[in-house]
């Protein structure tokens, strides 16, 4: 039960010092990535062309707000053109795709120039010494700007032509037709290349909409804030006044085309009003000649004035019914130039409602119409509540008309009543008070007419804006974009946190050992000793040290041997070495720990028994045409199987041998245990180097000779997979005594706190070994940069 709560156990303290020391392993990275991004922000500044903001500040006249005052009650009392406004529609109509286009067109703003100054592009609006006029442009001159060297006062060229052409003329090329021609500028900053960029006035109108802002300064307030950014000052300023001129002008030309209509609706009115009035006129005198009358009877007067004041009533309907008539032929036959009817003529306050809405669609869908394409969205918007006005136009007639002509019968009906009494007057007298009324009721609607339409003249006459520009177009004094302070700080941002990502990325990708630690906690196997890499060397598996130095992996070789006595009981002498895959320094180990123990005065053999892929005798420089394989089978006998080596006189090897075709039979006949046993008696020390046990199974059947097994792990190559199969391992104990061996481990790449006090100038090879290491790694970086 111990021994599994001991497999369970994890740790899980977390090393600050270690954490960092592995990003300081990188620590030339910073300084580099901070100086190439500090480069970079540098050229982006200087390529990058500064915008800036340009506000202008506009007061929407509102009524209901406090806002009117003067001519607007004046208007107010006439009952005409005086409508409040919505401030959200005239932000909507500020901002408008129509509006802009109109001020792009106005300022001719199709036509850019700018020149390079250095590193950046240097707008030239109204700044330039050559102007450029375009009659007709092709698709490719929206894709490529055209090239302009000025040569002298009165001659050019074009892009890289050779050809010089002189000022004022007509040219065609690729672009299309245009004119060129001289303008003394101002502003002329003396640029003689001068790049000229011809832009499609639809997408150069989105363009700059989409970079304008207008916004409502105060929820009660009517001022708006209008905002434009862009690289030239100058042209934002333009751009705000000419627009908010389009937009003044737009407001006018409404209220004047609407009282315009008036009037001329008036006028026919009056015109056919007037020839009625002589008409009947001329009949009353006519009728007092022809009949000799000159008064009427009291009862007469009595019968004529109810009749008359019913009359009256009637014609007003009558009138209302006219006008109604007049309001359905123009939603029948409304089009371009349609007149529109005279909505102080109703009554109706919802019928009026509905043809302010229909006229004010008419309107946008008129400007629609100028300025987009068929089928566009807005335009289909516009139909739509177009139709649906039109419908609630022509129910209001209908219940209008149904109202009217009920209020008709009940009048005539009432006249009926009224004619009866009037049978008693004399037939002439009755005749003369029927021509009477007539006349009347045309004086009375001709004085009518004539008054609407002076009050209507002077409307027309005193039309003033509903808007007033409250603060002037004027341009911020830095610019707004880009932020010079917040680009350098994000450079400097961007060069530690750069290296930061890689370096974890790196961690991320790097699915090696690393730590001991680590090592530790997936195995919970006990580390016997750490082999250090030799100084100077990327790796150690090739090399067999002087065991009569003074350098740090000397003394753990040492210390590795000293470590032996606490292997099992401390009587293990026959030790296997093993690791998970090729190339982890099994056999670097195997050679060099003999060495030590050979060095300690113990009699020690090295025998090889890998094998599939022998290398013991390529290190050593000795034969493998006789060894362990002779043995197996069977051929020779074992002292002539042993060979000497030049380490040290107490060293000896066996040899793998020749290669068999069957490694694991020949291991697994019988004969390797009586191998070990004889050489048990003969050496203090049997080293048995095995082929890795993550490859073949050759080690696990070695293992059941072997007192010890010592399991190679090396720093920065062993997959940290490999670790869950030593787990695995030492859980199952498949191997007797299994202990680690950590090999290779590079003390100087931020690895934990070194070992044992090494790097601390206690020993000089190794110490000379990591000045090497530094300058190498001085002339590396000298190298990069």
Not at 146 to 158: T, V
Request: glycine content about 8%; charged content about 20%; aromatic content about 8%.
């Amino acid at each position: 039960m111990q021994h599994e709560e001991y497999f369970e156990q994890e740790e899980s303290d977390f090393n600050l010092r270690e954490y960092i020391s592995r990003y300081l392993r990188y620590w030339y990275l910073f300084p580099i990535f901070v100086v190439i991004a500090l480069t970079a922000a540098y050229f982006y500044l200087q390529t990058t062309q500064p915008v800036y903001s340009t506000t202008a500040t506009l007061l929407i006249k509102d009524e209901q707000k406090g806002m009117g005052g003067g001519t607007e009650d004046l208007l107010a009392e006439l009952g005409q053109f005086s409508g409040n406004k919505i401030l959200e529609n005239e932000i909507e109509v500020l901002s408008s795709l129509t509006l802009m286009a109109q001020v792009v067109e106005n300022l001719g703003l199709n036509v850019a120039y700018d020149a390079k100054d250095g590193l950046h592009m240097v707008d030239l609006y109204k700044a330039t010494n050559v102007v450029v006029k375009p009659e007709v442009l092709n698709a490719y001159a929206y894709t490529e700007p055209l090239l302009i060297h000025i040569q002298d006062a009165g001659h050019f060229r074009f892009n890289d032509e050779s050809k010089v052409y002189s000022f004022g003329q007509k040219f065609t090329n690729a672009w299309g037709v245009f004119t060129v021609s001289r303008a003394d500028s101002i502003e002329d900053r003396g640029f003689n290349d001068i790049q000229v960029h011809f832009r499609d006035l639809a997408s150069l109108a989105e363009s700059f909409q989409g970079r304008l802002s207008v916004q409502q300064g105060n929820p009660k307030s009517t001022v708006l804030n209008i905002s434009l950014e862009d690289t030239s000052p100058r042209r934002a300023r333009d751009i705000l006044n000419n627009l908010l001129d389009v937009y003044v002008q737009s407001n006018l030309n409404d209220k004047n085309r609407e009282a315009s209509n008036t009037l001329e609706f008036i006028g026919s009115r009056l015109e056919l009003v007037t020839g009625e009035l002589g008409d009947v006129e001329g009949e009353v005198a006519s009728y007092k000649r022809s009949q000799g009358l000159t008064d009427i009877g009291a009862e007469t007067q009595i019968f004529l004035e109810n009749i008359q004041e019913n009359d009256t009533k009637l014609n007003e309907v009558n009138t209302q019914m006219s006008v109604l008539e007049s309001v359905d032929r123009y939603i029948e036959a409304s089009g371009e130039g349609a007149i529109a009817p005279a909505t102080y003529l109703i009554n109706d306050p919802v019928l009026v409602s509905l043809l302010t809405r229909y006229a004010d669609l008419k309107q946008q869908q008129e400007r629609y119409v100028r300025t987009v394409q068929p089928g566009n969205p807005l335009l289909e918007t516009v139909n739509s509540q177009l139709a649906n006005t039109r419908q609630s136009i022509k129910e209001n007639l209908q219940n209008l008309r149904r109202g009217l002509d009920i209020t008709r019968q009940n009048l005539a009906s009432v006249n009926s009543r009224f004619s009866q009494g009037l049978r008693s007057i004399p037939q002439k007298e009755r005749e003369y008070v029927g021509i009477k009324r007539q006349q009347t009721i045309k004086e009375n609607l001709y004085l009518y007419l004539l008054q609407k339409r002076e009050e209507t003249a002077l409307a027309y006459a005193s039309t003033v804006t509903d808007s007033r520009l409250l603060d002037a177009p004027k341009t911020s004094y830095l610019p707004v974009k880009p932020k010079r302070s917040i680009i350098w700080l994000g450079a400097v941002a961007a060069g530690i946190i750069t290296p930061l990502l890689l370096i974890n990325l790196l961690f991320l990708l790097n699915n090696t050992v690393q730590r001991r630690d680590e090592i530790e906690a997936a195995t919970h196997a006990s580390i016997l000793g750490e082999i250090g890499m030799l100084a100077g060397t990327k790796g150690s598996e090739d090399t067999i040290i002087q065991m009569t130095s003074r350098s740090a992996v000397a003394e753990q070789f040492r210390a590795l041997r000293t470590n032996l006595q606490y292997l099992g009981d401390g009587t293990c002498r026959v030790l296997l070495f093993t690791s998970s895959i090729g190339g982890e320094g099994k056999s670097f180990v195997t050679l060099n720990l003999g060495a030590s123990l050979a060095y300690a005065d113990k009699k020690v053999i090295i025998v090889g028994l890998d094998l599939r892929k022998p290398s013991l005798h390529l290190r050593l420089g000795i034969s493998n045409d006789r060894g362990v394989t002779n043995y197996l089978i069977g051929q020779g006998k074992l002292p002539d199987l042993i060979q000497k080596t030049t380490v040290h006189p107490n060293l000896n090897i066996m040899a793998s041998g020749p290669l068999p075709p069957n490694p694991s039979e020949l291991i697994s006949n019988g004969r390797l245990p009586g191998l070990i046993d004889e050489l048990r008696q003969q050496y203090d020390y049997v080293l048995l180097d095995a082929p890795p046990f993550g490859l073949v199974t050759d080690a696990a059947l070695i293992a059941e000779c072997a007192d010890a097994t010592l399991y190679i792990v090396r720093y920065n190559y062993t997959l940290r997979a490999h670790l869950r199969d030593i787990a695995e391992l030492q859980k199952a104990q498949r191997f007797n005594n299994l202990s680690l061996i950590f090999n290779s481990v590079n003390y100087g790449a931020g690895y934990g706190y070194g070992y044992g006090g090494y790097g601390y100038g206690y020993y000089e090879e190794d110490n000379d070994g990591q000045r090497k290491q530094i300058l190498n790694r001085v002339k590396k970086i000298l190298a990069k940069k």
